[in-house]
Antibody
């Protein structure tokens, strides 16, 4: 059974940095397309980043240059390093996995990031 | 950038059929996914590759995609179907993912 568990969220001041983690079980993170999707309160989901099984990474324009997705195969974990955080980055961040980049098959429960002074 | 347009809300009586549309430029040429999200929960994939259902999703939920509109159809609507529904595509020219704005399905 696929399971994704996010952690690392919290309250952070504008301009600060935070690293989110997503521990996967039931599969290897280097065998699937891994993604981060965020959702602000009362809004729809917004795609943030993809990490392809081959290692290529892609980012939404709103986070490009500030966020970095990576993985540690030995820990079966993917990360989202977030820097230069802004108030508009406040959201629940979900980790996702899929055998295809065309959809997100499985989702974690999410971790809340609040950017505020 | 590619835009997906959904109606904000759809209402239907129990036992009837709900149809939720998702408009996009030549969306029929893309692969559409649909997600169901209930309050306080993560989204759940209910349709992928335009019309395939993941295991555990009832056959009452179906979808089609052609031209400039994709449609999610929920037959014999139940109270438990009340949720927000989002369409989503992958834009191959930019390797970006786009979500629609969402449709709240209300069961009267």
């Amino acid at each position: 059974e696929v399971q994704l568990v996010e952690s690392g969220g919290g309250l952070i001041q504008p301009g600060g940095s935070l690293r989110l983690s997503c521990v996967a079980s039931g599969f290897s993170v280097d065998s699937k397309y891994m993604s981060w999707v965020r959702q602000a309160l009362g809004k729809g989901p917004e795609w943030v980043s993809f990490l392809y099984s081959g290692g290529a990474s892609y980012y939404a324009d709103s986070v490009k240059g500030r966020f970095t997705i990576s993985r540690d195969n030995s820990k079966n974990t993917i990360y989202l390093q977030m820097s230069s955080l802004r108030a508009e980055d406040t959201a629940v961040y979900y980790c996702g996995s899929s055998p295809s980049q065309q959809h997100v098959m499985d989702w974690g429960q999410g971790t809340l990031v609040t950017v505020s002074s | 950038s590619y835009v997906l347009t959904q109606p904000p809300s759809v209402s239907v009586a129990p036992g009837q059929t709900a149809r939720i549309t998702c408009g996009g430029n030549n969306i029929g040429g893309k692969s559409v996914a649909w997600y169901q999200q209930k309050p306080g929960q993560a989204p759940v994939l209910v349709i992928y590759y335009d019309s395939d259902r993941p295991s555990g999703i009832p056959e009452r939920i179906s979808a089609s995609n052609s031209g400039n509109t994709a449609t999610l159809t929920i037959s014999r609507v139940e109270a438990g179907d009340e949720a927000d529904y989002y369409c989503q595509v992958w834009v191959d020219t930019s390797d970006h993912v786009v979500f629609g704005g969402g449709t709240r399905l209300t069961v009267l």
